[in-house]
């Protein structure tokens, strides 16, 4: 019944994220069989929809950081792959997003920043990050989802 009543919800859910309805409904069938096999150990005084939607999301979530070298949008957005046959105006508006970007950088919380900027510029993984700044692994994947949705948020009209 669960399955049934929620399994659309929440495939649309997913999408918002991964954008891939088959990799959506993936990630969605794999929250469902991964509730069935820890049934036992789920605090059933909270929502078990709460839980799903939880799931959904950090998988969601791991999927994108698994597969952002595959995307060439991503890696255009962040200088990663290389522009062809750029005229001036196509440089005049890389110039301005790059603008932005670095703005939107600067305007995150100290910590929150040097985080990220070790991720994305000095391309250690969360593990040596969290090494080097003697904090946890969680605490680094909380700081760079921070810095992540804060980018998104400051450069939306730039994102399709």
Not at 1 to 25: E, H, N
Not at 51 to 67: Q, V
Not at 72 to 96: C, H, M, R, W
Request: glycine share 2%; hydrophobic share 35%.
């Amino acid at each position: 019944m669960l399955f049934k009543s929620s399994f659309k919800g929440l495939c649309y859910f997913a999408q918002r994220y991964v954008k891939d309805l088959d990799t959506a409904k993936e990630i969605v069938q794999d929250a469902f069989v991964n509730l069935w096999e820890k049934r036992d150990n789920i605090d059933l005084s909270k929502s078990v929809k709460s839980y799903l939607t939880t799931t959904i999301y950090n998988r969601s979530l791991n999927y994108l950081r698994d597969n952002k070298k595959f995307n060439k949008e991503i890696l255009t957005f962040e200088n990663l792959y290389p522009y062809n046959n750029q005229d001036t105006g196509d440089k005049l508006v890389a110039s301005e997003i790059n603008n932005k970007i670095n703005k939107a950088i600067d305007e995150l919380p100290e910590k929150c920043r040097e985080v990220f900027q070790l991720s994305r510029f000095e391309n250690l993984k969360y593990r040596q990050i969290a090494d080097k700044l003697n904090i946890s692994v969680k605490t680094v994947e909380t700081q760079m989802s921070k810095a992540l949705q804060h980018l998104r948020n400051r450069l939306v009209d730039y994102i399709t």
